[in-house]
């Protein structure tokens, strides 16, 4: 099926939910609720089939909750690594639930390495080009991934993304707390390695745009550096941001808007556990209680950027 540059569907996808917002799917199985718990452990046991069943099951709860109210999703690899194959399985079926559902979805697996193995990785994640081997269509739409093994490990992922119409978020400025040890470090040519990335993020990123004039080579910039947004937002005009941080890191509506651009575009905030757990604060214990605890923290998180961005003088809608 033809799709249309990443970048143009995405933006489309946001401004039709007229939301920002991103929510990663990082199910871990102690915090599941209850009755899904209950459920896997009677069909499968307490056991990685249990696990996988309860992830998809969970997921699948959640998807609905939010799918009037964001474009995009965002699940994170490592937390269904933790099951082996019944957890990639329930990745891949959370995947496609999603896809099934209009949303699209950003793989957050961080991978980079040398050319021929970057190659493998984004066949893994785009789609193999073995089809007499591999019937399987599954793909997501996005993936991030990570930079510092230089220019050579991420050409074949810029390649495959351009033939497949995919997206990719390179690994820019991170949120966690000690990010800066290494990419903070000023270069000898006088701008810091993170800024290095960016400056060769935006060489590629001009040969992957779209109508909308967005590139489909987009940046992962932390919301917890609200001040240091603005160098990047500079070195990267036509990359979107994936924006991690928001909520359990603590960043707020207020330390987003620097990554956007004057247009009101060119960010999607991610936020994982403070939207899926959301539950757990009002003790919901049903199906029902439990999706409408997401739906409203996801409404209240859209709410908040959308304020944010009014105050700045970037709300488009
Ligand atoms: O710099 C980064 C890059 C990726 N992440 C990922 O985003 C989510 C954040 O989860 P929260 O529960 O919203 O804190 C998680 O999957 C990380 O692996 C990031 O946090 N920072």
Known sequence: MFKHNFADRLNKAVAQKKSHSVIGLDPVISRIP??????????????????????????????????????????????????????????????????QMGLLVIA????????????????????????????????????????????????????????????????????????????????????????KVGVLINKFSSEHLGESGYSSIGAVVGATYPEDMKIYRKLMPKSIFLVPGYGAQGATGKDIVNAFNEDGYGALISASRSIIYSFELVNAQDHTSVKNAITQATIEMNNDINLALKNENKFIW
């Not at 965002?74 to 496609?96: C, S």
């Not at 591999?134 to 050409?155: F, Q």
């Open 34 to 99: 209850n009755f899904i718990r209950e459920e896997a452990k009677k069909n499968y046991g307490e056991n990685p089939k249990g696990a996988g069943f309860a992830f998809t099951q969970f997921n699948k709860l959640v998807i609905d909750a939010i799918k009037d109210h964001v474009a995009v999703i965002k699940p994170q690899l490592a937390y269904y690594e933790v099951f082996g194959e019944h957890g990639i399985h329930a990745f891949w079926e959370t995947v496609n639930y999603a896809q």
């Open 108 to 195: 957050d697996a961080k991978r980079g390495d040398i050319d021929s193995t970057a190659t493998a990785y984004a066949n893994a994640f785009f789609g193999s080009e073995c089809e007499q081997w591999n019937e399987n269509e599954n793909a997501v739409d996005s993936l991030t991934i990570n930079p510092y093994l230089g220019r050579d490990s991420l050409e074949p992922f810029f390649d495959a993304s351009k033939k497949r119409n995919s997206g990719l978020f390179v690994l820019v400025k991170t949120s966690n707390p000690y990010s800066g040890d290494f990419q903070n470090q000023k270069l000898t040519e006088g701008i810091t390695l993170a800024e």
